[in-house]
């Protein structure tokens, strides 16, 4: 009875265990039709399931299926998806210069990697360029006016998709800003229609060459962007000055003018005084003539 009892307490504790553990599930089959459930008390952070046939006699045969825990970052399913930072190829003598290279002379992915460089280290208004065969993003420096007045720069991304989707993404911050957005989102579309077209995959994805276009295509247009905002800021600013000088030299020409009234004044005033002893020494001629 003791037995039965020490038993049953062993077989309630093992299930427990079994039920709380956080370890792979073992499933055990056989002639014997034995099955059990075990836990595994590894420090590691696996996850997994396992399967053995089991055989009796001096020979048998298993098989075994398991899965890790994605925790260690690691992910099967890369792309040829490659960001380049203006920070990492600034200082490198080794990449060539952009008016040595074209967008339409890249036929693989080495000769991608390189034109990409090339765009990013030859601008410095070009923050970041990304490419992959469903993406192409540029970053790119824009003129925007905090609170519509004190003028600034943003880097400024514009993205497009394998399925023809462009967007322009500026700094969450950018409502406190005036900026030109929907004269970029103008020129990109107007940029990239050409290359979309011209360029479309039956597979639905990007080739190297369509990508280093594309990156000629969106940087192109943030330039043209940019470089119309600058000198709008520009003109602007020497109309303000043209004014400005107008008016000062108006204010001058005043007051010339009312310094020469006063100067004229001041003669007819001196003038009446000598007027008036003509006049009186006249009045006393005639006087004497009685």
């Known amino acids: 009875m003791l037995k039965k009892i ?29 099955s059990a459930n075990t836990s595994l008390g590894s420090q590691a952070n696996v996850s997994g399931s396992a399967t053995a046939n089991v055989q009796t006699g001096t020979g048998a045969s298993s098989s075994v299926a398991s899965a890790t825990d994605a925790n260690t970052g690691v992910n ?7 960001t380049i930072l203006h920070t990492d190829v600034a200082n490198d003598a080794s990449i ?7 967008s339409a002379d890249v036929s693989s992915d080495a000769a991608l990697a390189t034109y990409a460089k090339a765009v990013v280290k030859s601008d410095d208004n070009v ?10 993003a540029v970053t790119y420096k824009q003129r925007a006016w905090l609170f519509g007045f004190i003028p600034t720069t943003v880097n400024t991304e514009a993205d497009v998709t ?11 911050y950018a409502f406190l800003m005036k900026t030109t957005k929907s004269s970029l989102e103008n020129r ?3 940029s990239l229609s050409a290359d979309m077209g011209a360029n479309a995959n039956a597979s639905g994805s990007f080739n190297a060459r369509t990508e280093a276009m594309l990156v000629s295509s969106l940087r192109s247009a943030f330039k043209a962007n940019l470089d119309a905002d600058t000198n709008a800021s520009a003109a602007a600013s020497t109309n303000a000055s043209a004014a400005t000088n107008a008016t000062v030299h ?13 100067n004229s004044n001041s003669s007819v005033h001196a003038n009446v005084p000598k007027a008036r002893a003509t006049g ?5 001629g005639n006087v004497s003539s009685y």
């Open 280 to 284: 009186s020494a006249s009045a006393t």
């Open 188 to 190: 990109i579309h107007a």
């Open 127 to 136: 923050g970041s360029v990304a490419t992959g065969p469903d993406h192409v």
């Open 76 to 82: 099967a399913n890369v792309g040829s998806d490659n």
């Open 250 to 262: 108006s204010t001058g020409n005043v007051t010339g003018a009312v310094n020469s009234n006063a």
């Open 96 to 102: 060539p210069l952009l008016s040595s290279v074209s």
């Open 162 to 172: 394998s399925d023809g989707k462009v967007s322009v993404h500026y700094p969450w």
């Open 6 to 34: 020490i038993s049953l307490v062993v077989a309630l504790g093992v299930s427990a265990l079994a039920a709380s553990a956080y370890a792979s599930t073992i499933s055990v089959g056989g002639q014997t039709g034995v």
